[in-house]
Nanobody, 128 residues
Framework: QVQLQESGPDLVKPSQMLSLTCTVSCEASTRLFSTTFMAWFRQAPGKEREFVAAVSGSGGITFYKDAVKGRFTVSRDNANNTMFLQMNGLKPEDTAVYYC?????????????????WGQGTRVTVSS
């Protein structure tokens, strides 16, 4: 059984920063968790859910959606089963519900279909 919980501030002004946290509760060992890719996706109002960023088990490999490159940073703390998304220079178009996900099996890191476990999502609103 794997459970994911996102948390973070929900309202910020344009150009400000915020950080999201995803905490994983897993009956399997921390060693298993440290071998899996994790990712952030988001779903804006009226739009499909889209890939934002992914990080490898070791934290050494990352992928980003083009629109967030240079502004967002994904990282993880395997000792505490936690993943982070630092978001700088926020824009109104970053407004969305943000989801974290864990990929246990093979599949493209930027594909929603590749991820096996999902959190409930946390809302981020960027507005003046």
């Amino acid at each position: 059984q794997v459970q994911l919980q996102e948390s973070g501030p929900d309202l910020v002004k344009p150009s400000q920063m915020l950080s999201l946290t995803c905490t994983v509760s897993c009956e399997a060992s921390t060693r298993l968790f440290s071998t899996t890719f994790m990712a952030w996706f988001r779903q804006a109002p009226g739009k499909e859910r889209e890939f934002v960023a992914a990080v490898s088990g070791s934290g050494g490999i990352t992928f980003y959606k083009d629109a967030v490159k240079g502004r967002f940073t994904v990282s993880r703390d395997n000792a505490n089963n936690t993943m982070f998304l630092q978001m700088n220079g926020l824009k109104p178009e970053d407004t969305a519900v943000y989801y974290c996900a864990v990929k246990v099996y093979n599949g493209n890191e930027d594909s929603e279909a590749s991820y096996d476990y999902w959190g409930q999502g946390t809302r981020v609103t960027v507005s003046s």
